[in-house]
Nanobody
Framework: VQLQAFGGGLVQAGGSLRLSCAAS????????IVWFRQAPGKEREGVLCTSYSNDSTYYADSVQGRFTISRDNAKNTVYLQMNSLKPEDTAVYYCATDVVPWESCDDIIRADIDYWGQGTLVTVSS
């Protein structure tokens, strides 16, 4: 089981980026995936989750209206579309899952998560 997060980079405030989380070793169809982020000097926080039933759950109020999450099960990939980026969005972004079928987003957020992508750095300049 492996998750690979990529797509980060340097962007100016107000710009957009799309992060990808490619899964291997399992198929996404039955699993919820969470995007987390960790800013310098801060604790890791949950951002958004896509459930196994393709529902979206926001865990960071600051990204509502700007970030969206989607999945392409045929490509075994989850995406995080980030628009209207702000300097405070600067962080390393990780995707994660427990690979527990039909596990809800809320359960993953509370769990000791088993599988993490390697993280991709997003830097937003002012």
């Amino acid at each position: 089981v492996q998750l690979q997060a990529f797509g980060g980079g340097l962007v100016q405030a107000g710009g957009s980026l799309r992060l990808s989380c490619a899964a291997s070793g399992f198929t996404l169809d039955y699993y919820s995936i969470v995007w987390f982020r960790q800013a310098p000097g801060k604790e890791r926080e949950g951002v958004l989750c896509t459930s196994y039933s393709n529902d979206s759950t926001y865990y960071a109020d600051s990204v509502q209206g700007r970030f969206t999450i989607s999945r392409d099960n045929a490509k075994n990939t989850v995406y995080l579309q980030m628009n209207s980026l702000k300097p405070e969005d600067t962080a390393v972004y990780y995707c994660a899952t427990d690979v527990v079928p039909w596990e809800s987003c809320d359960d993953i957020i509370r769990a000791d998560i088993d599988y993490w992508g390697q993280g991709t750095l997003v830097t937003v300049s002012s």
